[in-house]
């Protein structure tokens, strides 16, 4: 199966290594065999031609007396000690034929190894070597000289039959020599590459290592002052900056939890799309929620349904805008509670948003403090009555709005007859009651829009907003008269009590 070029470059470096130092052993090898075996081949080329030329002109020496008397079996003796040749596959001895009418024609005199071999017809001045088309033959024709004149030739065939023999050796020889190079480069670059990677692969074990146990006290070992050796210097350099701010940010943490842990404030931390990845203690008890509730579903299913719609709109906008929003709702999970918090941004030094941080406080016993207080400020505490400063206040409210809404304002004053005897005879505890019962009273004699006040003592007022004229003013008056009139008892004492009235 082919390696990709993605699959090689995930490769160990030691199995990178391994490989290239094959492959280029291999193609080196590969290289110099065919070098070597053209070189052979030309060289052989070059000694098989010079041996026919030397052969041919010992032959063509030795039969010119052949050819200058005919001498069959002398020219064939010459050519039979070819024999020791083995490259000599065939050869022919001409002569000259001074008689024929064509001039350069030749007559065969002899042939070799058999008369069955066909010698070509050339007749050159000079030696001619000839290779055949598919280099299986080399050819070579020499004049026979006598006297500087031609008398003859001599023709020699040499087939290559050796050379190929030579190297289909030499190729089974590079096939048996490749394989044993592969693998002794094999071996010796498996050991070669242990050797440089080794470091690599110690400084990848103690990365993982520091990296599962989060011990950045480690360091990891310097074998060699090279390049590997300078990334190990600046491996534990980069440890020793880890280890310090993981140091400071394991104090930090510390710091933070602790304060989180004894704070009475409810702490919480919100990732970039809003869930909630930390909770402390007291948020759980503001919220009636456990830790791991808060986690799952967030602190805002218990706001108070009346509350709800305007926190989750206020918690989408810091969502979408990056902004800090304030809190002040009501929780509601079995008792309403009052809260007041605030979400802040938590940004990396390069003011990316990295999530958000909000704290809450439980303000309800704040929130009924300032309920009491509005209610002693504005509220008789003795009926729940509105007091003279309430009295006040909503009457210059009406009265301002006169104009605008075009209705009638009705006023009454009422104070209790003889009511200093009853606090004579029966005690202060029984004004009281007496009071609180005539307020009552008072409040089921007018609207829910009607304001009743007690302004001091025995003395109350009325404000009747958006009557349409006196006599209705007047009827109200009437009927309030006659409400005080039913008897009372108190401390099994039967009080009747009158009042005076007075209608503007």
């Not at 104090?251 to 809003?274: C, M, N, P, W, Y």
Request: proline fraction near 2%; glycine fraction near 4%; include cysteine.
């Amino acid at each position: 199966m082919p390696i990709s070029s993605q699959s090689f470059r995930d490769l160990p470096i030691a199995k990178k290594l391994t490989l290239f130092c094959v492959i280029i052993s291999l193609v080196s090898l590969v290289v110099a065999m065919i070098a070597i075996i053209f070189y052979d081949r030309y060289n052989f080329e070059e000694i098989l031609k010079n041996e026919l030329v030397v052969l041919a002109s010992v032959i063509g020496n030795r039969s010119s007396a052949a050819i200058v008397f005919d001498d069959l079996e002398l020219a064939n003796n010459n050519l039979k000690s070819l024999s020791l040749q083995k490259a000599v596959v065939a050869a022919c001895i001409y002569k000259v034929d001074d008689n024929a009418l064509e001039p350069g024609a030749t007559t065969r005199l002899a042939t070799y190894p058999n008369d069955a071999v066909n010698c070509p017809n050339y007749a050159p001045t000079n030696a001619l070597l000839i290779d055949s088309a598919n280099h299986q033959y080399v050819e070579l024709v020499q004049p026979i000289l006598l006297d500087s004149s031609i008398i003859g030739y001599i023709y020699l065939r040499s087939n290559t039959e050796e050379l190929q023999d030579r190297q289909t050796n030499y190729v089974y020889v590079m096939i048996i020599a490749s394989m044993f190079a592969v693998f002794i480069a094999f071996w010796l670059s498996k050991i070669f590459s242990r050797w440089i990677s080794g470091p690599l692969h110690a400084l990848g074990l103690t990365a993982q290592s520091i990296a599962e146990e989060e011990d950045y006290s480690r360091r990891a070992n310097k074998q060699h002052n090279d390049e590997v050796g300078r990334v190990v210097d600046s491996f534990n350099l980069m440890l020793d900056v880890i280890e310090q701010e993981d140091v400071e940010l394991r104090e930090s943490e510390e710091k933070f939890r602790l304060i989180s842990a004894s704070s009475k404030v409810g702490i919480f931390q919100l990732d970039t799309e809003g869930n909630t990845v930390y909770a402390n203690d007291e948020l759980s008890h503001i919220t009636g929620l456990s830790n791991n509730a808060i986690i799952e579903n967030s602190w805002l299913s218990v706001i108070h349904k009346d509350d709800k719609a305007l926190i989750e709109n206020s918690w989408r906008s810091m969502l979408s805008n990056n902004q800090a929003i304030n809190i002040n709702c009501r929780l509601q999970n079995g008792t309403i509670k009052w809260i007041s918090g605030h979400v802040g941004l938590l940004t990396s030094n390069d003011a990316e948003v990295l999530g958000y941080l909000g704290t809450i406080n439980d303000i309800t016993e704040i929130k009924n403090a300032q309920v009491q207080l509005e209610q002693m400020a504005f509220y008789d505490t003795l009926t729940g009555l509105a007091n003279r400063r309430l009295f006040r206040n909503r009457l210059e409210h009406v009265i301002s709005n006169l104009k605008r809404e075009g209705h009638c304002l009705g006023l009454i004053l009422l104070d209790l007859d003889n009511f200093k005897n009853v606090n004579d005879s029966l005690g202060h505890d029984s004004g009281d009651a007496l009071l609180t019962i005539i307020a009552e009273r008072l409040q089921q004699c007018v609207r829910a829009s009607d304001t009743v006040a007690r302004l001091g003592g025995d003395e109350f007022a009325i404000i009747l907003p958006g009557i349409s004229s006196s006599l209705a003013a007047s009827q109200v008056a009437k009927k309030i008269i006659e409400t005080l009139k039913s008897s009372i008892t108190l401390n099994e004492t039967e009080i009747r009590i009158t009042a005076s009235a007075g209608i503007a």
